[in-house]
């Protein structure tokens, strides 16, 4: 599902655009093998691209509930903003969890990020219209040189308006693709990010609603609030079905652990650091620090 009318700079798929569209059968045979080699897996995740402009979407995500599976979708959730479309998606299609990019309360920078006129209207709206389905909405917001100093302000705003959200992720940036060419303009030091990492989780806690850090080493946020899918043995777990395998097109970022991770007790679970962001940042961290006497994750 590689068609996106969004152009953000740190999109880490974007050749994906230029690649020949998935079509519906190729997408229904997947879902079988993961009902048929994979029991015990009770949901999917259908993302893109932007998955709302798949022609297709409801009925993909219909043919997946039917089969036993709970539908989460990750959206710009720009298509959303229509009523209609949101209640076929969650009506027709039981849908039931919507993960939504939302990068800044500053609709300017929103809007800039996509590449999109009035997209901060039409994603609020979308997150809105969601809620309103019931379902377990929560928003993603990629951590940039643009959005970083709003973060605190986003976590209030969307409490504030959109109360009860499911959880709020927030992304490092994944240095490939568009992200890769356009690095010396969007990336933050991961000091910084684990500064600001500190100031959400005390924010979320405040305010009542989850806060996940993604992307990230484990001891940038070592209290536990990097969703486990970052965790490396279930990353292992989902390479068989990633579309970058099936298509014999592994993603390119590459991770190293420095020497003083040997010591961190959340080593075996830790993807490291991206060796494209340590290229531009010239050196470790000093946030990078062995976490001891920790239980292992996982």
């Known amino acids: 599902m590689g068609a996106c ?44 691209g932007e998955v709302t402009e798949f ?6 995500a219909r043919y997946a509930r039917s089969a036993g599976l709970r539908v989460a979708i990750q959206t710009n ?35 800039s990020i ?3 006129p009035a997209a901060f209207e039409k994603t609020t709206l979308g997150i809105a219209n969601a809620l309103a389905e019931g379902a377990a ?26 109360s009860p959200l499911e959880t709020m992720r927030f992304s490092n940036i994944i240095v490939e693709g568009a992200a890769f060419r356009n690095a010396n303009g969007l990336l933050v030091s991961l000091d910084n990010v684990a500064h600001v990492a500190i100031r959400l989780r005390g924010v979320g806690e ?11 080493p484990l001891c940038i946020d070592p209290q536990g609030s990097l969703n486990s899918s970052y965790h490396v043995d279930l990353q292992r777990a989902l390479i068989d079905f990633s579309p970058f395998y099936q298509q ?10 420095p020497a003083r991770c040997s010591e961190c007790t959340l080593l075996r679970q830790c993807p490291g650091i991206q060796s494209a962001y340590l290229s531009w940042a010239k050196s470790v961290p000093e946030s990078i620090i062995p976490v001891p006497g920790a239980s292992d994750c996982g």
């Not at 093998?33 to 999917?44: A, E, L, N």
């Not at 027709?92 to 939504?100: E, K, P, R, T, Y």
């Not at 928003?139 to 959109?162: A, K, Q």
């Open 5 to 48: 009318a969004a152009a953000c700079p740190f999109c880490y798929t974007d050749w994906i655009r230029r690649d020949p569209p998935f079509e519906t059968p190729q997408l229904l045979r997947i879902i079988d093998r993961i009902v048929s080699d994979f029991p015990t897996v009770g949901r999917v995740v259908l993302s893109g």
């Open 55 to 60: 022609v297709d979407i409801v009925g993909v």
């Open 77 to 111: 959730g720009i298509q959303m903003h229509s009523r209609s479309f949101t209640h076929a998606l969650g009506q027709s299609g039981g849908v039931d969890a919507f993960l939504v990019s939302l990068h800044s309360i500053q609709p300017e920078i929103h809007d």
């Open 114 to 116: 996509l590449g999109i």
């Open 137 to 162: 909405v929560s928003t993603n917001t990629v951590i940039c040189r643009s959005t970083i100093s709003g973060l605190v302000d986003l976590v209030e705003y969307c409490v504030d308006r959109f």
């Open 206 to 216: 405040k305010l009542g609603v989850h806060i996940e850090l993604a992307n990230v």
């Open 248 to 257: 014999n097109r592994p993603r390119g970022e590459k991770y190293v652990k």
